[in-house]
């Protein structure tokens, strides 16, 4: 009579202890999620990104899908090089789900571009991330 009353009394507490972890986790995620859209809007105001910005400026052509430079100016392939790895930089400070975001954002907004020119510029931005080996690889806008 003894273990049944011991085996019930732990089974009691393994499954307490089941539903106190299961609800600490559930309160945890709902916590990030309502956290997420007002994260990512101060990341994108404080992450100017300036340097991707002149990245792409700098771009001249594609080249299979990908960013390439086409330019005789070694300076100018230096300083485009700088930008990149600086833009890299900006958008490893940011969290991964606000990276595309925050690189259509600045497309968007860079100098009022519409149509085929925010489409062309957004086609450049969209490899960005891939070329700086960060996550997500390619942005879907």
Do not use: W
Not at 113 to 135: F, V
């Amino acid at each position: 009579m003894g273990n049944i009353s011991l085996v019930a009394a732990l089974l009691l507490c393994l499954l307490a202890f089941a539903n106190a972890n299961t609800f600490s986790v559930t309160v945890a995620v709902t916590e990030n999620d309502n956290d997420n859209p007002q994260s990512c809007q101060e990341q994108i105001q404080s992450q100017r990104l300036n340097h991707c910005r002149m990245y792409i400026s700098r771009s001249h052509q594609y080249f299979n899908d990908e960013l390439s430079m086409v330019t005789d100016d070694d300076h100018e392939i230096n300083q485009t090089q700088e930008h990149l790895q600086q833009c890299c930089q900006e958008l490893r400070n940011m969290d991964t789900q606000c990276r595309c975001p925050a690189l259509k954002k600045m497309v968007m907004q860079d100098c009022g571009r519409q149509g085929e020119e925010a489409q062309r510029m957004l086609g450049k931005a969209r490899y960005i991330p891939r070329m700086c080996n960060i996550q997500p690889a390619q942005c879907s806008f």
